[in-house]
Structure formats: C-alpha cells, structure tokens
C-alpha cells in the first residue's frame, strides 16, 4: 500500500498562525515590518552608496581595487 503524501503549504500555516494571534502580537508584527521597509528601502540608498560605481569605470578597475584590498592588504 502506497502512502500518498499531501504537499504541505508553508502561507497557510503562517496565515492561520497570524490571523490567531492575540492584538498585541499583530501590532508588534506591523511595526517590525514598517520598520524593515523604512530600514532597506529608504535608509539603505541614502547611508549605503554603490563605492565602485561611483570611484571607478570599467570592470577592470573594479576588479583591480576588489583584488588589492581582499588580497594585497596586509
């Protein structure tokens, strides 16, 4: 006799657990996903600019300054 197993669906689980949550539990889940929105899509390209792009043209001398601060650096 051959089992068949059911494909277990990982948004189901995590839905019923959210919409069985008290009101608090929700609160706190909003305000940490705001927070991670604010954190990647705002903060990120303001404090993080692209150092390559900006200080050098081609792919060689991407590759050139990557290869001299990984290796050649005492």
């Known amino acids: 006799m051959a ?3 059911t494909k ?3 948004f189901k689980m995590f839905w019923e657990g959210f919409t069985n949550m008290t009101t608090l539990g929700k609160t706190l ?3 940490v996903i705001i927070k991670l929105i604010f954190m990647f ?3 990120k390209p303001i ?3 692209n150092y390559l ?3 050098f043209d ?3 001398e991407k590759a050139d300054h990557v290869r ?3 290796i050649d650096k005492p």
């Open 68 to 70: 001299k601060e990984l």
């Open 41 to 43: 899509l705002i903060m």
């Open 8 to 10: 277990f669906n990982w």
């Open 47 to 49: 404090f993080s600019p």
């Open 3 to 5: 089992k068949t197993k």
């Open 53 to 55: 792009n900006k200080n």
């Open 29 to 31: 889940w909003i305000i």
């Open 58 to 60: 081609s792919a060689e």
